[in-house]
């Protein structure tokens, strides 16, 4: 009935329907034409009859399917999309969008959370803000917290486009109650409601459970997939529901559509039948019965347990509690090369971020799940065959993994021991080296040929450096992908997801009135900034190049906080006309300040200016970063105090302190005495001058990094949440509603430096007196006080030509110093560290938690380029790992043009 197929027709446009492959005609049933018209995706089209007929058939069978299902009622009509789910969701989306008398009124999407990416991406594609709507643990079951969605519902219920649930997810993710929310979203009026039942359909129970929800609240419509649900090839997806937002959905899809999905379903719906389909349901309930009763068994034999996620009756869990994180993962590869498909393996302790958006213990669907585990689903077709070789194939993977862990727990024991051994040995030989005192004969001389003085202690390996399952596939694609080649054999590789985390957590644990700059002194990579801003924060500079930088980024002037101590008169003018906060060093720049504000109009003028302070209370650990020793170069120092009350006196428009104690070396105490003083002197002013003037306190940055491991040391390391409760034990009244002063922070350090790793070539090996030399191209120009002072000891780590460690158990290790390019002998960037014995010329080295003060502090000395910084993308343990080019490195010719080459 197409044109294409008639024997007459003549076909002169652009689109005849026109096939070239004889196999492609065949696929499509000789119907090329696709469905819709222009205008409409429902509409029928002239030129394709028969496609048009054979769509509208389709539809009427898949609303009969939908019911036959379970999905008896409110359904009342149903369109095809030749797109997968989450571009389907968008549609979804725009529709609604489309349908509000003001179409940009509402620009919020509430998303109950879900860790599969598709759904979240196509509410970012659209341009909408994504409110993630948190859950819960119940025994096993991760659940929506129903709470959070009505209280978010609360907030932004005027601004909210939809709430987005989900019907159909990995275990221990649980459907959705739809049916609860459902009458909860009925109370706000505008706001629509879409469930996500990509492959919820086979499932009854699941149906049943959106019938509750058509029948008792809002749902304005769902998205199902036709693959999983059809057994039809990847294609398309059906959204159906009430006939006004279906057809509106029609009505908005731009273009024609494909209609190789809608062949697919005729074929299948004419061959299966009602009753076929029937059959294919009961039979998968049959095989989940089966595949339970085997699951358990298996599970048990292992010493696990089948996780509770009753309401789940696709997919479902066993735990992995008797493995390590690192044998996690390989039980999800292992299954991988073993033919085994769908599984998945989640560890404890994963994050993702996508759009921004930061998802702690991802995989699970919650932010900390109390299990290691493995899933596995039930769908339409499995066969019994298919589940008694998953759970043999499974079972036998499990040994395997569980044998390797033993061996290898045998042979830490067995290297243990016989440390254990050598250090009695070794105290042994000390003990007999010491000469009896009492007596005043001498000790019989015993020749140097016949002496048996206890031998030297053998270096131990470098254990404070364990490899995690990240480490081991960046280094490994690092070198199959040959990033660090000979003319560029040093790179910095930022994680771009660990910089997002910081960022969040800061947010998190301050007040929300918070004004967060990060300082762009510890990491200067606009991308880095850009995300920064993204999250909401400001920005603290201390130079007219990095104002020019935030200005060029899109920063606003007052989350733009000015901190130098030398700024120039022209500086000062260019701040005070752009806005931008100001915190002045000392007296003179004030009474600077003072003169040059008659030259600005008093409606540009910043509304924040400070004076920086020093509270006197020494220096931390680290004497070259403590910024508060009696006599440090930064700040009035609080001995002025009578000069300090005196300014806000004098100058109406100062109305901040600022504080900055130091960067690393600063325990909590020490940062918490330096606010204190601050704020025991803006209350002293306050109370002086008869009004609150002092409105903004900035606390700055100076909470110090961890740089022994990658994990937090409970009650040793700094975290922005032992922080913040440390400030809010001492002083309160920043953390009250509202808060006695609005807090600015100016954290750097803490946000980049475990999110950087430098890797290096080693270019050449030798040995000298005592111990070995390792020469790579990272020294003094990226690591600089590292090799200038000895309070910045970095780990290191040794990898070989093919991205394995070298752990040095196997050969045994030495003394190794780990040098720099440069031509001065203070370049080291480790000294006396205990390496393998067998690391040699074009293995590699990595420089750990390198993100902060490297290439911010970039040397040009000896002429040498800055290296290029790759961004490291998204991650799954199982997966490959996304490197990209962030910023690229220098080029000799951009070094020379420094030194005024034409």
């Not at 006939?243 to 697919?264: C, L, M, N, S, T």
Request: with cysteine.
């Amino acid at each position: 009935m197409d044109t294409n197929n008639h024997p007459n027709n003549l076909g002169v446009g652009e689109r005849e329907g026109r096939i070239y492959s004889s196999i492609v005609s065949s696929n499509l049933l000789c119907l090329p034409h696709g469905i819709g018209r222009s205008g409409d995706i429902n509409a029928p089209q002239p030129k394709a009859a028969g496609t048009s007929v054979m769509f509208e058939m389709v539809r009427i069978m898949l609303l009969d399917a939908i019911k036959v299902m379970g999905i008896k009622e409110g359904v009342d009509s149903v369109t095809i999309l030749p797109c997968a789910t989450g571009m389907s969701m968008l549609m979804c989306l725009l529709a609604l969008q489309s349908l509000l008398p003001i179409p940009s009124s509402r620009r919020k999407v509430l998303w109950c959370r879900i860790d599969q990416k598709s759904c979240l991406k196509s509410i970012l594609t659209c341009g909408f803000d994504c409110i993630i709507v948190s859950t819960k643990v119940v025994n096993d079951a991760v659940v929506t917290d129903l709470d959070d969605l009505s209280n978010k519902l609360s907030l932004y219920g005027s601004e909210t486009l939809a709430v987005i649930t989900c019907t159909s997810c990995f275990a221990p993710r649980v459907p959705d109650r739809v049916d609860l929310v459902a009458e909860i979203v009925e109370g706000f009026e505008g706001v629509g409601h879409v469930i996500n039942n990509a492959y919820g359909l086979q499932d009854e129970g699941t149906s049943k459970l959106i019938t509750r929800a058509l029948r008792r609240g809002r749902v304005t419509g769902i998205v199902s997939s036709l693959d999983k649900n059809f057994m039809v090839p990847v294609s398309s997806a059906c959204i159906y529901g009430p006939k006004i937002f279906v057809d509106k959905v029609g009505e908005i899809y731009p273009g024609r559509g494909g209609g190789q999905g809608v062949a697919d379903l005729w074929c299948t719906f004419m061959e299966m039948g009602r009753s076929g389909l029937e059959k294919v349901l009961r039979e998968r309930l049959e095989v989940r019965e089966h595949f339970l009763k085997e699951y358990s068994a298996l599970a048990e034999r292992h010493g696990e347990r089948v996780l509770d996620t009753r309401g789940n009756g696709i997919s479902f869990g066993i735990t992995l509690n008797g493995f390590g994180k690192d044998s996690v993962g390989m039980i999800g590869s292992m299954l991988f090369t073993r033919c085994l498909t769908g599984a998945r393996v989640v560890a404890k302790g994963g994050t993702k971020t996508i759009g921004g958006h930061v998802l702690e213990g991802f995989g699970s669907s919650t932010e900390r799940y109390h299990s290691n585990y493995l899933t596995a689903a039930v769908g339409v077709g499995m066969k019994r065959e298919e589940v008694d070789g998953f759970i043999k194939r499974l079972d036998k993977v499990l040994k395997e993994v569980k044998k390797k862990d033993k061996k290898n727990k045998d042979k830490r024991d067995k290297e243990d021991e016989k440390n254990k051994e050598d250090n009695k040995e070794q105290k042994k030989g000390e003990d007999d080296d010491v000469q009896p005192e009492k007596t005043s004969q001498p000790a019989p001389q015993t020749s140097q040929k016949h002496a048996n003085p206890t031998p030297p202690t053998p270096p131990t390996p470098n254990l404070k450096f364990t490899p995690t399952p990240y480490h081991k596939s960046l280094l490994r694609t690092i070198t199959s992908s040959n990033l660090l080649p000979p003319t560029s054999p040093v790179g910095l590789f930022f994680n771009m997801s660990t910089f997002t985390t910081n960022l969040t957590k800061i947010t998190k644990a301050f007040p929300q009135t918070t004004n967060h700059c990060i300082a762009m002194k510890a990491n200067p990579l606009f991308p880095c900034l850009k995300t920064a801003k993204e999250h909401g924060w400001g920005i603290e500079v201390a130079s007219t190049g990095e104002l020019t930088a935030a200005l060029k980024l899109g920063f606003k002037k007052e989350k733009i906080v000015y901190d130098s101590p030398a700024k120039t008169r022209p500086e000062i003018e260019r701040a005070l006309k752009l806005g931008v906060q100001i915190n002045a060093d000392n007296m003179e720049e004030l009474d600077r300040i003072n003169s040059l504000l008659s030259k600005v109009v008093e409606s540009d003028r910043p509304s924040i200016i400070g004076v920086r302070i020093n509270p006197q209370i020494g220096s931390g650990t680290i004497k070259e970063t403590g910024t508060a020793a009696k006599t440090s170069k930064f700040g009035v120092p609080l001995s002025d105090k009578p000069k300090i009350i005196e300014a806000f006196r004098k100058y109406s428009w100062l109305n901040s302190i600022h504080c900055h104690c130091g960067s690393q070396g600063c325990s909590i105490t020490f940062l918490i005495s330096g606010a204190s003083k601050t704020i025991s002197l803006a209350d002293e002013v306050n109370e002086m001058l008869g009004e609150p003037r002092i409105k903004v306190i900035d606390i700055g940055g100076g909470m110090p990094v961890n740089y022994e491991t990658d994990g937090v040391r409970e009650g040793v390391d700094v975290t922005p949440e032992s922080y913040c409760e440390a400030l809010a034990s001492s002083l309160p009244g920043l953390f009250a509603s509202p808060p006695t002063y609005t807090l600015t922070t100016e954290f750097g350090r803490y946000l980049s430096s475990k999110a950087g790793i430098c890797v290096s070539r080693v270019e050449y090996t030798k040995e000298v007196p005592g111990k070995c030399i390792a020469t790579i191209h990272a020294g003094a120009d990226l690591f600089l006080r590292t090799c200038y002072t000895d309070n910045w000891g970095h780990r290191v780590s040794t990898w070989n030509e093919g991205g394995e460690w070298i752990q040095g158990r196997e050969g045994g290790v030495k003394k190794w110093d780990v040098v720099g390019p440069l031509c001065f002998s203070g370049d080291i960037i480790a000294s006396n560290v205990d390496l393998p014995k067998t690391l040699k010329s074009g293995d590699y080295i990595a420089i750990h938690d390198a993100g902060a003060y490297t290439v911010a502090m970039f040397s040009a000395y000896n002429s040498r380029q800055k290296p290029t910084v790759f961004g490291v993308g998204e991650w799954e343990e199982e997966g490959d790992i996304e490197i990209g080019i962030m910023v690229e490195g220098e080029k000799v010719e951009d070094t020379l043009r420094g030194w005024g080459m034409e």
